[in-house]
């Protein structure tokens, strides 16, 4: 079955840090890729999204490349800020059937001044 | 345009009661989802609908739980009789195209005492 495999957090940094955050998956067919933040209180919002092989999704300064060879996902971004610390989650959706979600388990991220 | 509006947003009761969660999902979207989140288990989908048909209901805990959507701008998520275990932050989510993304409402934080 799919899976969503995150990296571990909590993650804290500095404002301006440069920030990453792996995401590695397990489909059976061609999967779209996703970036969902959630800010405290609040449903999940849409990020970013990538639809195949080596398309690169960007939104609000994070970036993440769809890298098919190496099944990866990953969050970037060059300089956090305050307002980016919430929680991160990577899905994927199948084409397979209806295109159900399937999540990773959430990324904490802190930014601190 | 108004996004996904889950009512209420905030639900304390006794275990024993019975619990209606409300959805109204974004115009013209087909596909409709109820979500559960806890932080032993992450983010499981429960229930997806499309046209107002129940498609996967797997996710579904047990026979206390339902859903119904009577048509395409409401749907329920019921839970009769509730206990303690069923405290959670339940989100509702729709989408206009399979692969799309999905837009999530901003949650009902349920706490069953």
């Known amino acids: 079955g799919n899976s969503v495999t995150q990296m571990e957090g909590p993650v804290t940094l500095s404002e301006e840090a440069f920030l990453t955050i792996n995401c590695t998956y397990t489909a059976t067919g061609y999967p779209s890729l996703f970036w969902y933040v959630q800010y405290p209180g609040e449903g999940l919002q849409l990020l970013l999204k990538a639809t195949k092989a080596d398309d690169k999704g960007s939104n609000k300064g994070f970036e993440a490349t769809y890298r098919k060879e190496t099944t990866s996902f990953h969050l970037e971004k060059g300089s956090v800020q305050v307002s980016d610390s919430a929680v991160y989650f990577c899905?994927?959706?199948?084409?397979?059937?209806?295109?159900?979600?399937?999540f990773g388990q959430g990324t904490i991220l802190t930014v601190h001044p | 345009d108004a996004g996904v509006i889950q009512s209420p947003r905030h639900e304390v009761t006794e275990m024993g009661q019975e619990v209606t969660l409300r959805c109204k999902p974004i115009s013209g979207h087909n596909s409709l989802f109820w979500y559960r989140q806890t932080m032993m288990r992450g983010l499981e989908l429960l229930i997806y609908f499309n046209n107002n048909v129940p498609i996967d209901d797997s996710g579904m805990p047990e026979d206390r739980f339902s859903a119904k959507m009577p048509n395409a701008s409401f749907s329920t998520l019921k839970i009769q009789p509730s206990e303690p275990r069923d405290s959670a932050v339940y989100f509702c989510?729709?989408?206009?195209?399979?692969?799309?993304?999905?837009?999530f409402g901003d949650g009902t934080r349920l706490s069953i005492l």
């Open positions: 989510a729709s989408q206009n195209e399979i692969m799309e993304p999905q837009h």
């Open positions: 899905a994927l959706s199948d084409r397979i059937g209806y295109g159900k979600l399937t």
